[in-house]
C-alpha cells in the first residue's frame, strides 16, 4: 500500500533553511487525483498547514508562511520537498507530509493519508 | 483570520456516545473533516466533507454540520478511542487550510 517517508535533519540553527524531503513508496506521486501537503505540529500544540503540491507544479501556501516556503516536486524521485527559510525556535515541530485528495473544489479536499512525520528542532 | 474552535477535553465512558463539537464562523457552509491522532501517532482521517467515512473507519463514527458547528459522534465508544481529535475545514478568503484546536477525549 502507499506509503509516505519524511526524511531530512533533526537539526537546524536558527537563520538557516529548514529542508525535508517526503518520498512517496507503493504508488505513484504524479496522480493527477491527489496534491501532497506538508503540515507541521509544534510540541504539545494543534496542526499548522504550511503548503500543498500537485505533481504538474501546482502549489498552494499558507499565507502566513508564503515568504519563507518553498515546496517543489520530484517526478522522477517519487517525491516532494519542503524548504523553510529564516527559521527560529517558532518553526521546532514535528513535520508530516500527508496526502490531500483533490477531486471536486478546493473546499472538498482532505488528507487521507500521513507519513510518520519527522521531528525538527531549531536551535544553536 | 478563519479560527475553529474545539472543546479542550471529553470524557466519556465505555459504551456511551462522545460528541465532540467544532465551531466556526458559518462552518456549516463548508465542508469539514476530522482527524483522529493517538499519542506519538500521526493523525488518521475518519470524516470528511462532513459525514463520509473513509474505508476501514468504524460505523461507530459519524459526523454532522450545520449552522456554526460541526459535530464528530463516536457511538458505543471503545477504549482503543482515546486519542486527540482535530477539525478541519478551508477557508475560501485566505486559501489557508485551517484546523481546530483539537480535543482530547478520554474513555474512563
Known amino acids: 500500500q502507499l506509503q509516505l517517508q519524511e526524511s531530512g535533519p533533526g537539526l537546524v540553527k536558527p537563520s538557516e533553511t529548514l529542508s525535508l524531503t517526503c518520498t512517496v513508496s507503493?504508488?505513484?506521486?504524479?496522480?493527477?487525483?491527489?496534491?501532497w501537503g506538508w503540515i507541521r505540529q509544534p510540541p504539545g500544540k494543534g496542526l499548522e498547514w504550511i503548503g500543498s503540491i500537485h505533481y504538474s507544479g501546482s502549489t498552494y501556501y499558507n499565507p502566513s508562511l508564503k515568504s519563507r516556503v518553498t515546496i517543489s516536486v520530484d517526478t522522477s524521485k517519487n517525491q516532494c520537498s519542503l524548504r523553510l527559510s529564516s527559521v527560529t525556535a517558532a518553526d521546532t515541530a514535528v513535520y508530516y507530509c500527508a496526502r490531500q485528495s483533490s477531486a471536486g473544489y478546493r473546499d472538498r479536499w482532505y488528507f487521507d493519508l500521513w507519513g510518520r512525520g519527522t521531528v525538527v528542532t531549531v536551535s544553536s | 483570520s478563519y479560527e475553529l474552535t474545539q472543546p479542550p477535553s471529553v470524557s466519556v465512558s465505555p459504551g456511551q456516545t462522545a460528541s465532540i463539537t467544532c465551531s466556526g464562523d458559518?462552518?456549516?457552509?463548508?465542508?469539514a473533516c476530522w482527524y483522529q491522532q493517538k499519542p506519538g501517532q500521526s493523525p488518521v482521517l475518519v470524516i470528511y466533507?462532513?459525514?463520509k467515512r473513509p474505508s476501514g473507519v468504524p460505523e461507530r463514527f459519524s459526523g454532522s454540520n450545520s449552522g456554526n458547528t460541526a459535530t464528530l459522534t463516536i457511538s458505543g465508544t471503545q477504549a482503543m478511542d482515546e486519542a486527540d481529535y482535530f477539525c478541519?475545514?478551508?477557508?475560501?478568503?485566505?486559501?489557508?487550510?485551517?484546523f481546530g484546536t483539537g480535543t482530547k477525549v478520554t474513555v474512563l
Open positions: 507503493g504508488g505513484s506521486i504524479s496522480s493527477s487525483s491527489y496534491y
Open positions: 466533507q462532513d459525514t
Open positions: 478541519q475545514a478551508w477557508d475560501s478568503s485566505t486559501g489557508l487550510y485551517v
Open positions: 458559518k462552518l456549516g457552509d463548508k465542508y
